[in-house]
């Protein structure tokens, strides 16, 4: 057995750094949804960092598309306001010039057969200089784009599959949620494949991309003392929360389009809970790490949306006076599930997903509860009664890090116990060292054709039958959408 497939690369996910070793090619970015919010706040933001820490090649391109009309200079006036307000590293005028001098901005109708002929001479995609070029095109727009911009891509011969080699290299980057459902994300796939390879599309989960969700298979792959007691007989449930302050901050028409449980349960919280569920991997290749998160999905017990126990949907009061909103909406801007996962591992571990809009704090974690000690052996009733079992909590944002509960003698004379913390925090053991922001990781990886974070197909179709139920249920109110207030932690009754 070669050494090599040990050592885990710095670049995640990647066994004998294989991607790290290839020179990146000449790439042209094409974002469709240009004039968006993602754009903005993350993409540009994203490539301005990466351009700045010299990751990308030396010779590319961004092009940005949208529907919208606009002059090159509005356009990149907008992204530089969006760089100064979002950059991780700050904002320089002269790195920003050198970008801006390399964008440029394309308006077409997404419909139209005549866009894609002259997106296609725009980006020189048929010229012979060209060939060793990567072009990437980013679907920054509303879910509902997504078929008609894959088609006019595809049609058009702007993508292409790798298999048939000599061609330019294409890929795709599709933002979630992929699809609106199992029978539309098939949909969406059977046009992505007639065009390009499974290779090719990178279906975007933007917190698989965070340096703490990373974190968590290193944890469990880079620790032996926690992989005895990751299991049933030891854990006895995890919780896993995704909790935001804000709203859905003016975007009403997006909100009400997708909801909660397409937004975020469906792709950020079940790959969390994969990333906690899954099996070791046989290598740390993108394909074994999928194959495992894949396994977990496929064991997913299917919800019972009838037990109000097990599921509870809930909407912020005031969500119905917000702007594009309709008064009679159905959408839940908070989610929590109580969920089984039927494996030798977990079976009957309730894993309890919440996650929700307009909440109490900001915060995403991951919480493993442990057995408590078989036997209490202190005399003292009280201090029995104040034994807590341990919980590792593992913070993925804000204050970064993994806290370890634990029982601790309390001194003095008299026997006491209390729970203590052992604390590990991401800033102060890397201090310096700058987290990479999601979008900058995973817009190298789409460069480099890594797809370890990124969901492969059936991983998105189990998890949209995982949350099928909930969808219904939202839609021809079985489930009743419980109202609850800003700043709380959602309704009162949930699992
Ligand atoms: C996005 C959702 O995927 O994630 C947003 O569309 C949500 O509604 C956002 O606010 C949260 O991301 P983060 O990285 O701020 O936790």
Redesign the pocket.
Known sequence: MSEEKYVLNADFGISAGLFNKRPLKPATFVIFGATGDLTMRKLVPGLYNLFVDNQLPEDFTILGVARSKRSLEDFKSRLKTGVEKYSRSGFNSDDWEKLAGRIGFFQMDYDLDESYFELSKLIEIEDDKNKDRSFLFYLATPPASFAPILSGLGKHGLITPEHLKGLPHTRVVVE?PFGRDTATALELNSIARMYLDEEQLFRMD??LG?ETVQNLLIFRFANAIFEPIWNRRYVQKVRIT?F?K?G?EGRGRFYEE?GIVR??LQ??LLQIMALCAMEAPSSFDAERIRDERAKVFNSIRPLNSADTNSVSLGRYKGYLDEKDVSPDSKTPTYASVKMFIDNWRWEGVPFILSTG?ALSQ?M?QVEIYFAPVPLCLFEDKDVCTKLEPNVLTIRI?PEEGITLKIGAKTPGEKLDVSPVNMHFDFNTSFKGKAQQE?YEKLLLDCLKGNQTLFARQDEVERMWKFVAPLLEGAKDGSIEIKEYDVNSDGPEVKP
């Open positions: 979630k933007h917190y965070k995704a935001e804000i859905i997708t937004d975020v792709n950020h809009k900001k995403t944002q999601a």
